[in-house]
């Protein structure tokens, strides 16, 4: 398998490198520091498998891995990242990769995630499994303490809490932003909160409170 490595930083490219460098079974086509260089790479050498980091200068690993899917739908993608927060995961796996591990990996579990992307699967570190789970099967009944909200403005609720901005709410519920921020301004006004910071700090409080 043609591998192409993509992190901002030498060391770990060359610790990735390393591990890499004792499979028989793959070999390292190329390394890249940016999303910009990471699709040039692709083009020129339309590797198997890309492993990519999210946060990076110029152009993050997620706008790479989306345009590099668009255009190269062959070559599978597994982020290594340090950030396992819910919007990092869950913006990341949109683009169409198909694993995710943290980047504190030992070398068994980096290279079967590499073997598992490569055949098609989709793998993930387990607090990284866990975190997509809760997402998956309740991310919005957390919200039931707020019972002066309808379904839908509980629904904003949850992703205010999670730091999303009007945009990125539309992008999760089909809305326009205009009707997002509507949306937003009945929340805010149900729950007489200030703003988005005392709104989430307000669902912060309901969760330790619930515990």
Known sequence: MKILIVDDHPMYRKGVRTILETADDMEVA????????????????????MLIDIRMPGMNGVEAAKRIKEKHPAVQILFLSMHHDDLSVITAMKTGARGYILKDADKEEILR???????????????????????????????????SLTAREKEVLFYISKGYSNVQIGGEMGLSAKTVSNYVALVLNKLHAADR??????????KNDTM
């Open 113 to 147: 995630a590499i073997r598992a992307v490569a055949a098609g699967e989709a793998i993930f570190s387990r607090d990284v499994a866990t975190r997509m789970i809760d997402y998956a099967t309740k991310p919005f009944s957390q919200m039931d303490s707020f019972t």
């Open 30 to 49: 190329g390394e890249a520091t940016n999303g910009l260089e990471a699709i040039s790479l692709c083009d020129q050498i339309l590797p198997d498998v």
């Open 197 to 206: 910071n005392e709104a989430a700090r307000m669902v912060e409080k309901m």
